[in-house]
């Protein structure tokens, strides 16, 4: 306190001597004496603002001594980089540690060679610490629990960190610059669930080249500050969220993930963006149409990816329908790697056809699906037989269903379905048995109670579908 109230004196002293200078109406001669004069005070006070300085500088508040001493130990920093045991952090022979006025305020030890693990700064100390710069050292482990109220850059970048805290990101509130870069990090839980970031102020964020999984649906909590986002080679699983608030986002490295889906139309519709990566990843549909000065690896992701065409233009009727049911479940992996580019008739799983190559059959049973049932099965006119029994579908059974000209069979059992089920024609048989919270319509669909002539036009029909429904 005492040397800050010093220094501050020094300051504004030093400022009124200057301002003061030369006022235009002296002689000559009374102006080089008064100049003379006005030096030999600015450079006393230009020597005690030095001093004090030095002073304060050399004394570390013992929280922060207190912990860099701890990480001096652990990441062999003591023998390394000088942080002696017995010394001041602030005494300026600790190599990459930069303090103002008795406080740590930066640590900058990039490729030191660095081992260990770092410590959790959560008890006060390192408060006026702004950035941390550990890259490319060898620290492993769990990465820190940081309280850092003032931590605006943290560098963590190649390190061999391997796994993050739930609260990560809640001691950090002005983080605007987060590298992780190249860490063997597999534990994304604190992503998944971002509260933390939500609030935050990120600007930057570098989670490339690692061994992070989940969906990618976690970068909404960083939308109104983030401009550069780079998540390449990871396994990002999931669609890529609504851009529509991410005003400020210029880069974004989402390349080499596991992301399903179309891309959302508020993404190329973003006026700051000016490079993206979108290649390897298993998104469908077309190819999204940026601004010419926009740089992208659209024409990699076309010819080694899943778009519907390498050219741009809506994707084929049948295979647009096929997208639309594929979304209402949520584009789950099995589906995405397997209905590749335009044609539906490709032997894309679950998907049959005539010798016209229209969709006569969909079935995706008992493969675990999530998601509802898409109207869009109204669009595929050639449909005969929909089979979807033994997965997690929610909702109703959409009314478009009802309304298939060619349907004879409707196999939803199993769901956890609800609403009522849409009056089907007398040709169709249904199985919707298994969805407690499903119920009939007063029509002739009520489930085991077909006639018996109906069920051997079943069975027939089923053997006939069998061959490629299977
Ligand atoms: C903070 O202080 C408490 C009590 O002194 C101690 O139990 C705890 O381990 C400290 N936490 C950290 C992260 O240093
Ligand atoms: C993160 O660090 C790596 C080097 O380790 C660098 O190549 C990359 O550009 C950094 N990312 C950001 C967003 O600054
Ligand atoms: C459906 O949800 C469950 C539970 O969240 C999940 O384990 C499963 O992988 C999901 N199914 C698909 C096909 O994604
Ligand atoms: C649907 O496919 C499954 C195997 O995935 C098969 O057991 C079932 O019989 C098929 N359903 C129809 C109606 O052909």
């Not at 030093?14 to 301002?19: D, V, Y």
């Not at 600015?42 to 922060?64: N, Y």
């Not at 048995?433 to 006639?451: C, D, F, R």
Request: hydrophobic share 45%.
């Amino acid at each position: 306190m005492l040397c800050f109230s010093l220094s501050a004196d020094a300051l504004l002293l030093l400022h009124r001597h200057c301002s003061a200078l030369a006022p235009p109406s002296l002689p000559r001669p009374r102006l080089d004496l008064l100049m003379q004069i006005l030096r030999m005070k600015v450079l006393f006070f230009f020597l005690l603002l030095l001093a004090a300085g030095h002073r304060c500088a050399a004394v570390a508040s013992s929280e922060d001594a207190a912990y860099m001493h701890l990480l001096a130990a652990a990441t062999g920093a003591d023998g390394t980089l000088g942080w002696k045991a017995g010394t001041d952090p602030c005494d300026g022979g600790w190599a990459g540690v930069r303090c103002e006025l008795g406080r740590v305020t930066g640590i900058s030890v990039r490729a030191k060679g660095l081992a260990g693990s770092v410590p959790d700064a959560a008890n006060g100390s390192l408060s006026a610490l702004e950035d941390l710069d550990l890259g490319n050292n060898k620290v492993s482990g769990r990465l820190p629990i940081l309280l850092l109220p003032q931590l605006t850059y943290l560098w963590l970048d190649g390190n061999l960190f391997t796994s993050m805290p739930e609260t990560f990101f809640s001691g950090m509130p002005l983080l605007q610059v987060f590298n992780l870069t190249d860490n063997p990090i597999a534990d994304l839980r604190s992503l998944r669930t971002p509260p933390d970031m939500r609030g935050g102020v990120i600007t930057k964020l570098d989670l490339s080249k690692k061994l992070f999984s989940g969906p990618i649906s976690f970068i909404s909590g960083v939308a109104s500050s983030i401009q550069h986002l780079k998540l390449s080679h990871n396994e990002f699983s999931g669609e890529l969220p609504d851009f529509t608030d991410f005003a400020w986002l210029g880069l974004l490295s989402l390349d080499h993930n596991k992301i399903t889906g179309v891309v959302p139309a508020s993404l190329p519709q973003l006026s700051r963006i000016t490079a993206i990566n979108l290649a390897g990843n298993l998104l469908q549909g077309p190819l999204p149409e940026f601004g010419k000065y926009v740089v992208t690896d659209l024409a990699e992701a076309a010819a080694g990816g899943s778009f519907c065409r390498l050219d741009r233009g809506p994707c084929d009727p049948e295979v647009t329908a096929l997208l639309s049911i594929a979304g209402a479940l949520g584009f789950p992996l099995i589906i995405a790697r397997s209905w590749l580019r335009n044609d539906a008739c490709a032997g894309w799983i679950g998907v049959h056809c005539d010798s016209q190559r229209r969709v006569t059959g969909i079935n995706l049973s008992r493969l675990g699906l999530n998601g509802s049932l898409s109207s869009a099965f109204g669009s595929l006119l050639w449909l005969q037989v929909i089979s979807m029994s033994g997965n997690n579908l929610r909702g109703e059974i959409p009314e478009s269903v009802a309304r298939l000209p060619s349907l004879r069979v409707l196999d939803v059992a199993d769901n956890e379905l609800e609403g009522t089920v849409p009056t089907l024609s007398s040709s169709v048989a249904m199985w919707a048995e298994g969805n407690p919270e499903l119920k009939l319509s007063g029509s002739s669909v009520s489930t085991p109670s077909i006639s018996g002539v109906f069920v051997s036009t079943m069975v027939a029909l089923l053997a006939s579908f069998a061959v490629f429904l299977v």
